[in-house]
């Protein structure tokens, strides 16, 4: 089965720093995995998801990027993080292909606050 | 992308059945219903999905009606854990060109287990 491993669990940054998180997967190999925000009494947002090593789709313009370095490792980043970017950033992770029949499955999360 | 519409808020008494419904009447043939539920300040979990059979795991039960265009999440014994918000999705189709999707959250159901 697949594990997923998201750090840190909580993450206070000032505004205007720099922003790394990592998120790796384990059992499962040539996945799709996603980085999903949810804003404080908000409902869940598809940031971004990733289909193989280097290919990124966005699908909210802001003002994050992600990379997929490595087959199951994906990285949300910020060069200056904003207010607006305080949230609950969730990784996810389905078997991959083109399967109808895949659940996503969801990491433990990072709890950002900017101040 | 098939839209869904449930309750907001639901109320259950601890051990009964919760029957929490979904409606997804524009849902194309191909596109399966997924269930989720998101226990406070923790990631989503799958519960269950299916395409037009009733489907049962060790979790709960899905049933789609014949026309696929409502289903029924059922929580056989409700206990004080299962107090969640539930979402139910339809999953957009994979196909050779579009590769991976995400899934799309509405604001889902809150189900509150009353001991």
């Known amino acids: 089965s697949q594990t997923i491993h998201q750090w840190p669990a909580t993450l206070v940054q000032p505004v205007g720093s720099p922003l790394s998180l990592e998120c790796t997967v384990e059992?499962?190999?040539?996945?799709?995995l996603y980085w999903y925000r949810q804003a404080a009494g908000r409902g869940l947002q598809l940031l971004f998801y990733s289909v193989g090593i280097g290919q990124i789709s966005s699908e909210v313009p802001q003002n994050l990027s992600a990379s997929r370095p490595q087959d199951r490792q994906f990285i949300l980043s910020s060069k200056k993080l904003l207010l607006s970017d305080s949230g609950f950033y969730l990784c996810a992770v389905d078997s991959g292909g083109f399967s109808y029949n895949s659940p996503l499955h969801f990491g433990n999360g990072t709890r950002l606050t900017v101040t | 992308d098939a839209k869904t519409t449930q309750p907001p808020s639901m109320d259950c008494a601890e051990g009964r059945a919760a029957n929490l419904p979904c409606n997804h009447s524009?849902?194309?043939?191909?596109?399966?219903v997924y269930w989720y539920r998101q226990i406070h300040s923790q990631g989503p979990q799958y519960i269950i999905h299916?395409?037009?059979n009733n489907e049962t795991n060790e979790m709960a039960s899905l049933i789609i009606t014949e026309d696929r265009k409502s289903s029924t999440l059922i929580l056989p014994h409700a206990t004080l854990r299962d107090t969640a918000v539930y979402y139910c999705?339809?999953?957009?189709?994979?196909?050779?060109?579009?590769?991976?999707?995400?899934?799309?959250f509405g604001k889902g159901t809150h189900l509150i287990i009353q001991p």
């Open positions: 999705i339809v999953r957009p189709s994979l196909d050779s060109g579009g590769g991976a999707d995400g899934l799309t």
């Open positions: 524009t849902i194309s043939g191909n596109e399966y």
């Open positions: 299916g395409l037009k």
């Open positions: 059992g499962t190999s040539n996945p799709n």
